[in-house]
Nanobody, 123 residues
Framework: QVQLVESGGGLVQAGGSLRLSCTASGHAFTDYTMGWFRQAPGKERDFVAAIWRTVPSSNYADSVKGRFTISRDNAKNTVYLQMNSLKPEDTAVYYC????????????????WGQGTQVTVSS
């Protein structure tokens, strides 16, 4: 059973930065594509970013390109989401997800999900 635990959310002013972490257990980490998603109140859950084994194999939603960076430390079984230049519209619960194999597409279904961490950006 794959388990994902997110951390790093919080309250930040617009223009600020946060780094989210997601630590995985229960599977061969490097065999999994890792993704970040977010869900704002009253909205559907949206794709944010995904990464295969290394940074060059990554993908981003247009809304976060140039501001967010996904990375992973395979030795620590951890994936990160560095969020810079945050905007109020980035406010959401952010979820980490995992799926077996390589597929960093935004519509890719994921098998495993974390519990989510709240990010609130004040204006």
């Amino acid at each position: 059973q794959v388990q994902l635990v997110e951390s790093g959310g919080g309250l930040v002013q617009a223009g600020g930065s946060l780094r989210l972490s997601c630590t995985a257990s229960g599977h061969a980490f490097t065999d999994y594509t890792m993704g970040w998603f977010r869900q704002a109140p009253g909205k559907e859950r949206d794709f944010v970013a995904a990464i295969w084994r290394t940074v060059p194999s990554s993908n981003y939603a247009d809304s976060v390109k140039g501001r967010f960076t996904i990375s992973r430390d395979n030795a620590k079984n951890t994936v990160y989401l560095q969020m810079n230049s945050l905007k109020p519209e980035d406010t959401a619960v952010y979820y980490c997800a995992a799926r077996y194999g390589f597929d960093i597409g935004p519509k890719t279904p994921y098998n495993y999900w974390g519990q989510g961490t709240q990010v609130t950006v004040s204006s």
